[in-house]
């Protein structure tokens, strides 16, 4: 299933062929390789900051389009990742959350993964509304920490 309108220009396509803008800065980026990259999100959650996305550097509208093999391979830097977050934040808890079609509330048309560092009471999904994107300096802290603790973990590609 399809829902990628005509003529969509895709933010992360655009961004990985080397068209930064305020919102996808090389900055942000965690941990790329040839078919990967993880970011810290330009946009955060009020009591969750410096979430992390994974996309794959080809473009897939969604789970259904991904090749399994790729999907493996995003899983397994979902699990890096989530544990970078767990020493990088001293945070107590992650959750992992992933859309497909419009009903599932996918918004970019490109397949993604996120990755959030959860606090006790954050009430990350009641503040769902209470979002907004933060300047490249915020993420660049978070990414530089990050890159920290995957390279500390040897989870470096």
């Known amino acids: 299933m399809h829902h990628e309108p005509a003529n969509y220009t895709c933010p992360f396509c655009e961004w990985l062929s080397g068209k930064e803008t305020e919102l996808k800065q090389n900055s942000d980026i965690v941990l790329q390789n040839n078919?990967?990259?993880?970011?810290?999100?330009?946009k955060w959650?009020?009591?969750?900051?410096?979430?992390?996305?994974?996309?794959?550097?080809?473009?897939?509208?969604?789970?259904?389009?991904?090749?399994?093999?790729l999907l493996r391979d995003i899983a397994v830097l979902t699990k890096q990742v989530a544990i970078a977050i767990r020493k990088a934040y001293d945070c107590t808890g992650i959750s992992t959350r992933q859309h497909n079609e419009p009903d599932g509330?996918?918004?970019?048309?490109?397949?993604?993964?996120?990755?959030?560092?959860?606090?006790r009471d954050d009430r990350l999904y009641q503040n769902h509304d209470n979002k907004t994107f933060v300047p490249i300096e915020d993420r660049a802290h978070y990414a530089r920490i990050l890159r920290q603790a995957l390279t500390s973990s040897n989870f470096s590609s």
Do not use: K, L, M
């Open 35 to 42: 078919s990967i990259t993880a970011f810290v999100s330009p």
């Open 45 to 69: 959650w009020v009591n969750n900051p410096g979430h992390v996305i994974i996309i794959p550097n080809t473009h897939y509208e969604n789970i259904y389009d991904t090749p399994d093999s």
């Open 105 to 119: 509330n996918q918004d970019v048309w490109h397949f993604h993964t996120h990755i959030f560092p959860r606090h």
